[in-house]
């Protein structure tokens, strides 16, 4: 009986060393495939068309600013509103190969992301237009829009530099035909949460430089230029 069990042991290590074996070197295809054939990164941007509204007062301006900020402010002249947003596709583009041994090599052909922003420049309704004031917290809020696109331009560069590295991988995976949807799944989950850390750290350093540019120092200077 022990001799019995022995047997059975071997042979299941056996088994299971030649399974690994066999899907090490399935994989290692399928890596060779993919990185014959990179995918392309589609990285499409819009500015949006700047808008001023005039139409605020005072209460609401510092309304909208606590909705977006969740600070508050005093003496709030302007307010620069961008809502960025981002549409990142899944991987919906995979290509599908045949190995040895009845596997399949699973890779993307193509990656694609958008940016847009919608930005509004708040100025307060009981500032006349033309005047120093007016001038001076246009030209602010302006600032705030040169930063935001400053900002763009970086984060597409490392869309378009980064997002093949993410594919690579976590998208590229050499599987058995019954278990092809459930591998997908999981790799389009990886890819997302991965391409995501992007647009949070670019969020994250946009929020920092508008912060840089709102300081009292910026504030008392901009006041004395209308006295």
Known sequence: ?????????????????????????????????????????????????????????????????????RETAENLNGLTSLQPSIVLDGLNNMDVRELPNGYLCLFPTTLKVKIEYMPVVYILKDIAKGTCKYNLTLRHEYTHIDIAYAAMNLVVMA?????????????????LPEDAVNVSTQMNEQYQAQASQIWDLFRQVLDEQHKKLDVHDTYARETAMCK
């Open 1 to 69: 009986m022990h001799k019995i069990l022995a047997v059975c042991c071997i042979s299941l290590c056996t088994i299971t060393e030649v399974w690994a074996d066999t899907y090490t070197d399935m994989q290692q295809e399928c890596i060779k495939i993919a990185m014959e054939n990179p995918p392309q990164v589609e990285v499409k941007y819009n500015y949006g068309q700047l808008k001023i509204n005039n139409e605020l007062d005072e209460k609401q301006l510092q309304k909208f600013h606590y909705e977006m900020t």
């Open 159 to 175: 869309f378009k530099k980064q997002l093949p590295a993410i594919a690579f991988k976590t998208s590229v995976k050499a599987v």
